[in-house]
């Protein structure tokens, strides 16, 4: 457990449905993260939060919408999803050190868009 | 852009047995930092090692240790004494120094150990 706790664990949802992704830790980290992991591709980051505010959007489609409301949540609202979306979502957090810095990531969201 | 290549999709090693991963990056950056992180069936991503690129003496965790080539941008990752938890998928990771922690990963290299 590293304190960073993601909600549904698995989600399945057709590609009308509107759905959001939870992210929660209480760490105290000020940054957050979503990364997108797909089968035999790297992870792939898709969005950065720092202190609430969005600094890093990676080229990631309007249907995938972040919120950061304050600096312990995270969520990813979903809507008109493809079926290529069919990912497993991760959060992570970080929180800068003098000298060191590490991410701590959360189990994420198995997504299946049918 | 950098880019992480692991290529070792898979790998297995005996018990009690070391075992070396491969990692090869590019970059035109000097600062930066690499990382190995393993995922377990749990999917929790979990922070093996890490290696500043200014810092000349390879890292080790316990069993694990890397061998840090800067001129050659390798980063491999030796297991020793290899345990059945170790079984996991193994990220290595590649992070510009200042840019907020913005990780880019390789595909990864599934090690299965065998009893």
């Known amino acids: 457990e590293t304190g960073v706790t993601q909600t549904p664990r698995h989600l399945v949802m057709g590609m009308t449905n509107k759905k959001s992704l939870k992210c929660e830790q209480h760490l105290g980290h000020n940054a957050m993260y979503w990364y997108k992991q797909s089968a035999k591709k790297p992870l792939e980051l898709m969005f950065v939060?720092?202190?609430?505010?969005?600094?890093e959007n990676n080229s990631v489609p309007s249907r995938f919408s972040p919120e950061c409301p304050n600096s312990s949540h995270l969520f990813l609202h979903l809507h008109t999803l493809q079926p290529e979306d069919s990912a497993l979502y991760l959060c992570a957090s970080t929180r800068e050190r003098v000298g060191y810095t590490e991410a701590f990531f959360g189990q994420g969201t198995r997504l299946t868009v049918v | 852009a950098q880019t992480v290549t692991q290529s070792q999709p898979e790998m297995s090693v005996q018990e009690a047995e070391t075992v070396t991963l491969s990692c090869t990056y590019d970059?035109?950056?000097?600062?930066?930092?690499l990382f190995w992180y393993k995922q377990p069936p749990s999917r929790q991503m979990i922070l093996v090692i890490r290696?500043?690129?200014?810092?000349?003496q390879n890292a080790t965790e316990n069993r694990f240790s890397v061998n840090f080539q800067k001129a050659a941008k390798s980063f491999s990752l030796k297991i020793s004494d290899s345990q059945l938890g170790d079984t996991a998928m193994y990220f290595c990771a590649f992070m510009k120094l200042g840019s907020n922690y913005k990780l880019t990963f390789g595909k990864g290299t599934l090690l299965t150990v065998n009893p």
């Open positions: 939060y720092n202190f609430k505010e969005q600094t």
């Open positions: 290696q500043e690129a200014y810092k000349q």
């Open positions: 970059t035109s950056e000097n600062n930066y930092y």
